[in-house]
């Protein structure tokens, strides 16, 4: 990070992750009875979900999914249960070659396991690497890629990924970051929205459950931002006047830094007549377009105070804001109360409401304005998800993935499935290709979701950052997730078992 912004970028370094251990291979653990800490899980769940806060002079705090924080005694305890980041809840992070982490004390004493005994006593790393950690990102894997020095987003251009965007449109820009967990000192891999796999060379490679050495990459922290480094020791940079991602150099400068972000969901919105909501012939927004380009896409941004309101950025990077006479433009830099609206969900269709308190309507001439009252044939809109052909769902009990070769679908899996996401008519259908190549759909039978070669319809409401309610729409309820894995249709509102962050 830049030394003067050093401060701003801090606020940013929030990692969530999981400390694999890298002798036994099982997962710093924290119960929730009396904050015990153990090394015993095989996956990486919430509790074994850890969070790092910046400390000072360059150390960290490692903070649970609980709250507490970790810390290690002078006399060697390691433990768990403190409430507030105290002196000794300091770590110094150690990267070692292997990309291992050691995490050591503020005694000076490296964390290690032995058995079931954790400990922070040896002033020596183990050479049996019981003292190192396995670094496993706990974040969705659904992200934007942003190299530092170009300030441009990573997309798929032309069978390449290229560092070429400056506000990540589309699907093109969604990249899926792979946690590669066969390999026992954990590396990462990029998937382009195509499903192809990045090679060091910078070549995209076919899907396969088993990847070669070439899409192995060793993920290093630099403050808010990560490098990625191939198995020659060379680092992934842009090159060229294209930025084409491929590894060049065996250091690290600017151009060999990129952060990670959430990527927020993109739309097409249909007006009742079947046009385009659209930027492209003024600021003005009007339904007035037959076809489809970044002009025609619109994010969705949810009110990050959990209002539920949504505002809606376009492509030239300003917001929807209801002006006075009610026009609604897309003018705004930032948002503000005139840049929220409600959006009322309606299955297949939805309502806007401005900030005025009026319906959004469309003109004779296309525009958007606010003034009506919910009656109009005009309010009546169709939102459709752009930027997820692929979609990985987790809710708090995991990943929603196939129980094994079985026709049920669970809500409690370490590692996602990915299904195709179809829109029909402001509803969708999902789906993947089984091991006997034919596609199944998810529907609802009486023990919840399954899959089938009929497809059921399913709309999806966004009412948090990131977060969606899934109805299910022949039964009018919400899939809520249960703790034993079971993801049935018995939801009647938002709650922490009916949200699914994608």
């Not at 294209?242 to 060049?248: E, F, P, Q």
């Not at 009610?326 to 503000?336: C, E, F, I, L, R």
């Not at 977060?467 to 009018?476: N, R």
Request: glycine content about 10%; aromatic content about 10%; charged content about 20%.
């Amino acid at each position: 990070a830049n030394p003067s912004s050093r401060s701003a970028s801090m606020e940013l370094l929030e990692w969530s992750l999981g400390l694999r251990n890298r002798a036994s291979g099982k997962y710093l653990t924290q119960e929730t009875f009396g904050f015990a800490l153990n090394v015993t899980a095989s996956t990486l769940k919430k509790k074994q979900t850890f969070f790092l806060l910046p400390a000072q002079e360059g150390g960290v705090f490692i903070k649970s999914n609980l709250g507490r924080y970790l810390y290690a005694q002078a006399d060697g305890k390691w433990l768990g249960d403190a409430d507030q980041p105290t002196a000794d809840a300091v770590w110094s992070i150690e990267p070692q070659p292997s990309g291992t982490w050691a995490l050591k004390s503020r005694h000076g004493h490296y964390a290690n396991v032995q058995g079931e005994t954790l400990s922070a006593f040896t002033k020596e790393l183990p050479k049996d690497h019981s003292g190192e950690w396995v670094v496993h990102l706990a974040m969705h894997p659904q992200v934007n890629l942003y190299n530092v020095m170009r300030k441009r987003y990573v997309s798929l251009q032309n069978d390449a990924l290229c560092a070429v965007e400056d506000i990540p449109w589309g699907d093109d820009a969604l990249l899926n970051f792979i946690f590669f967990d066969q390999h026992a000192d954990g590396r990462y891999g990029l998937q382009a929205s195509s499903g192809q796999y990045l090679t060091a060379s910078g070549k995209l490679i076919a899907n396969t459950p088993n990847p070669p050495k070439e899409c192995f990459f060793l993920l290093g922290f630099h403050d808010n931002a990560i490098s990625l480094r191939d198995e020659q020791g060379n680092y992934l940079s842009c090159v060229g006047a294209n930025g084409v991602l491929k590894t060049s150099k065996n250091k690290i400068t600017k151009d060999e830094l990129f952060q990670l972000s959430d990527s927020e969901p993109q739309f097409v919105i249909v007006d009742s007549k079947g046009k385009q909501v659209s930027i492209r012939s003024s600021v003005e927004i009007k339904a007035d377009q037959a076809t489809v380009e970044d002009t025609e896409r619109f994010q969705l941004e949810v009110d990050p105070a959990g209002s539920g309101k949504i505002a809606f950025k376009s492509n030239n990077k300003q917001y929807w804001s209801v002006t006075g006479d009610g026009t609604v433009s897309a003018v705004a830099p930032a948002k503000n109360a005139t840049e929220y609206f409600t959006v009322q969900w309606n299955g297949t269709r939805v309502k806007f409401v401005g900030s005025n308190g009026k319906y959004i309507t469309v003109k004779p001439n296309g525009g958007l304005i606010a003034n009506g009252n919910g009656s109009d044939a005009t309010s009546l809109f169709t939102l459709t998800l752009i930027n997820r052909p692929e979609l990985i769902l987790r809710g708090q009990f995991g990943f929603v993935g196939r129980k094994g070769k079985s026709p049920r679908v669970e809500v409690n899996k370490s590692s996602g499935t990915s299904f195709t996401l179809k829109s029909v008519d402001g509803g969708y259908t999902l789906s993947f290709i089984d091991e006997d190549n034919k596609e199944v759909f998810w529907n609802v039978d009486r023990d919840g979701v399954c899959l089938t070669a009929q497809p059921a319809i399913f709309f999806f409401e966004f009412v948090e950052r990131s977060k969606f309610l899934i109805k299910h729409s022949d039964s009018g309820k919400y899939l809520e997730g249960e703790q034993a894995g079971g993801f049935r249709p018995t939801g009647s509102g938002s709650n922490i078992n009916t949200l699914w962050e994608y």
